[in-house]
């Protein structure tokens, strides 16, 4: 069982990590968490490889600490994508849940 419970703990860790790499606000990220900024920094240290390989599978760029007008573009426009998909999955959702009524 302590196992299971840790696994969760880094998967939550994981999560705030990949959440601060994609705003490249860790200082909001930080306060989103409930957390020191150092711990997400300790966080960071300990998954950021990790994290950044699987953003780099997803396509999905890291932001920098000063970013540019592409790479904001960049972001927004991997953001409607995400949003139209999600948007497309509610709207399919709704579909079956109308057909089992």
């Known amino acids: 069982m302590p196992n299971k419970k840790i696994a969760v703990v880094e998967e939550v860790k994981k999560k705030?990590?990949?959440m601060a790499l994609e705003t490249g606000n860790n200082a909001s990220i930080a306060r989103k968490a409930g957390i020191?900024?150092?711990?997400?920094?300790?966080?960071?240290?300990?998954y950021q490889d990790e994290i950044s390989?699987?953003?780099?599978?997803?396509?999905?760029?890291?932001?920098?600490?000063?970013?540019t007008h592409d790479?904001?573009?960049?972001?927004?426009?991997?953001?409607?994508k995400l949003l139209g998909?999600?948007?497309?999955?509610?709207?399919?959702?709704?579909?079956i849940v109308k057909k089992t009524l």
Request: proline fraction near 2%; glycine fraction near 0%; hydrophobic fraction near 35%.
């Open 53 to 67: 390989d699987q953003m780099e599978k997803e396509d999905i760029s890291i932001l920098s600490d000063e970013p």
């Open 16 to 18: 705030y990590v990949r």
């Open 36 to 46: 020191d900024r150092s711990t997400l920094k300790k966080w960071m240290i300990e």
């Open 71 to 80: 790479e904001l573009q960049k972001k927004y426009d991997q953001a409607m």
């Open 85 to 95: 998909e999600k948007e497309l999955e509610v709207a399919f959702l709704r579909e």
